[in-house]
């Protein structure tokens, strides 16, 4: 199967900079979308950054011009580097891909476990 896997979370004060990373394994013929959502504590998920195969980009209004992603095809792992963070930033950021698997060739949509980022004030 398919797994997600992200890092670089943490704690950071207002201003500061965090680098997000997943890295996707497992039985991959193809990625297409590579996403990063996010949910705070008793609110809904929102997307926040999407990047497709070809390298085009979508951003929430919330993160454009703070955030970026980006992705390394080789290594199915896509980024989001965080600049200017905010303490409305804080929440649970979770990995999504696209994936296209081995045969059977099926598509189906993978989430990672989730990394917190906390933003002081």
């Known amino acids: 199967q398919v797994q997600l896997v992200e890092s670089g979370g943490g704690l950071v004060q207002a201003g500061g900079s965090l680098r997000l990373s997943c890295a996707a394994s497992?039985?991959?013929?193809?990625?297409?979308?590579m996403a990063w959502y996010r949910q705070a504590p008793g609110k809904q998920r929102d997307m926040v950054a999407t990047i497709t195969s070809r390298g085009n980009t979508n951003y929430a209004d919330s993160v454009k011009g703070r955030f970026t992603i980006s992705r390394d095809s080789a290594k199915n792992t896509v980024y989001l580097q965080m600049n200017g963070l905010k303490p409305e930033d804080t929440a649970v950021y979770y990995c999504?891909?696209?994936?296209?698997?081995?045969?059977?060739?099926?598509?189906?949509?993978?989430w990672g476990q989730g990394t917190q980022v906390t933003v002081s004030s």
């Open positions: 497992g039985n991959i013929f193809s990625i297409n979308i």
């Open positions: 999504n891909s696209d994936v296209v698997t081995t045969f059977p060739y099926t598509q189906r949509v993978y």
